[in-house]
């Protein structure tokens, strides 16, 4: 691994945490929002991205899990429903105890099962870190279109972008060889890359073959560590591991 830069006095150092959570229906089919938080709260990330949230959902009691999440955890939370059919609710949320004030949510282009995007402002001293959540879709067509919208101006060529350092994270359905991936990287660096050494695949979480989940980042964001929960609970509470990265703003 390399040696970390050197902090200037200005610099502020985070850790960034995203994962598809499964509904909080772990790999041993039981629903345990508490679990979710206990895997989380163990890794100490200072920002959170979570995919695949229920919010008053019959299947899995009608409950607020992106709420019941960070109320366990003691944060704030934005929730974004890319699946709103009257009361049930189904999406991704970003979580963080920062300063933080929600830009935009809204959906992604989408032809099969609808997907959206998070993008919440967290005042990180004299600066502003840009975070961006989504989670795409399963059919090539529509993630391509949907990181060519995430790319553009609505999103991350937003003239509130300019000059900001910036995130995105999630559950991408993109391995590293594929078109939409390579596309985010052209744009944006994958943390990874800064690492020395493979990381491990995050799905499926007991035997992971994939690596779905990413943290992408601008030139203004060091990345000092980058990682996979790997435990035995995180193996247990969802069908995806999380991804850990330490940043430096």
Known sequence: MQSPPARSPASRRLKLLTYNVHSC???????????????????QPDIIGLQELDVGRKRTGGIDQ?????????????????????EERYGDAILTALPAELVKAGPLPSVGEQRGAL????????????????H????????MRQVEALLGP??????????QPVVLLGDFNSIPSS?????????????????AGQLRPTFPSRFPLL???????????????????????????????PLLATIEI
């Open 211 to 241: 690596r779905l989940d990413h943290i992408f980042a601008s030139n203004e964001v060091s990345v000092i560590g980058v990682e996979i929960v790997a435990n035995p609970l995180a193996k247990l509470a969802s069908d995806h591991l």
């Open 25 to 43: 229906i772990g790999t041993d089919r039981r629903l345990a929002p508490e679990r979710i938080a206990e895997v989380i709260a163990a890794a």
């Open 136 to 143: 795409l879709g399963l059919r090539r067509i529509d993630r």
């Open 119 to 134: 993008w919440i402002e967290i005042e990180i001293g004299e600066k502003c870190l840009q975070v961006f959540n989504t």
């Open 154 to 163: 609505e999103w991350l060529r937003n003239d509130r972008v300019i000059d």
């Open 179 to 195: 078109p939409p991936y390579k596309r985010l990287a052209g744009a944006l660096t994958d943390m990874r890359t800064h690492m």
């Open 66 to 86: 992106a709420h019941t999440i960070a109320e366990i955890l003691k944060m704030q939370h934005h929730f974004h429903a890319a699946l709103d059919v009257e």
